[in-house]
């Protein structure tokens, strides 16, 4: 009797057909419906944005702190620049300033000996009558 239900069955001859199935084709088979079954739990799972793991925006008034205090550095620095240079300059006018002082010294000093040559006596001024050769005698 089990033969005649096996014979009866709509699919032909089940024992050939499961003779047919290889064990390679069992495990493969098997292999297929457990990876439908994990990308299908996968799918399911609600995927993370990316901005999501990065950090929340920041505060704006955080934001507001932070950029003062960029500026206030960038100020800092450009007045050391500011200052580096005044002081610079500072010291060439300083140096500019003793070479005029020095100047004017010199310009006074040929003006006082200028002015004395020209207070002196005529007489002294005056040249004197060049000596005659001597004549020799015989």
């Known amino acids: 009797m089990l033969n005649e239900l096996n014979d ?14 290889s064990p390679a084709f069992v495990a493969l088979s098997s292999l297929a419906i457990v990876l439908l079954v994990v990308l299908g739990v996968y799918e399911t799972i609600p995927a993370k944005p990316h901005e999501a793991t990065a950090s929340p925006p920041p505060d704006p008034i955080a934001q507001a702190i932070h950029d003062l205090q960029t500026s206030q550095r960038q100020a800092v620095d450009q007045l050391k ?47 004197t009558e060049p000596a005659r050769p001597k004549r020799w005698s015989r």
């Not at 500019?96 to 004395?116: C, I, R, W, Y």
């Open 8 to 21: 009866a069955s709509p699919s032909g001859s089940g024992s050939a057909a499961r003779k047919g199935r």
């Open 81 to 127: 620049a500011v200052q580096e240079t005044v002081s610079s300059d500072r010291a060439e006018v300083k140096r500019l300033f003793d070479e005029l002082t020095a100047l004017n010294a010199k310009l006074d000093a040929l003006q006082q000996s200028f002015a004395s040559a020209q207070q002196q006596p005529s007489a002294a001024v005056q040249p």
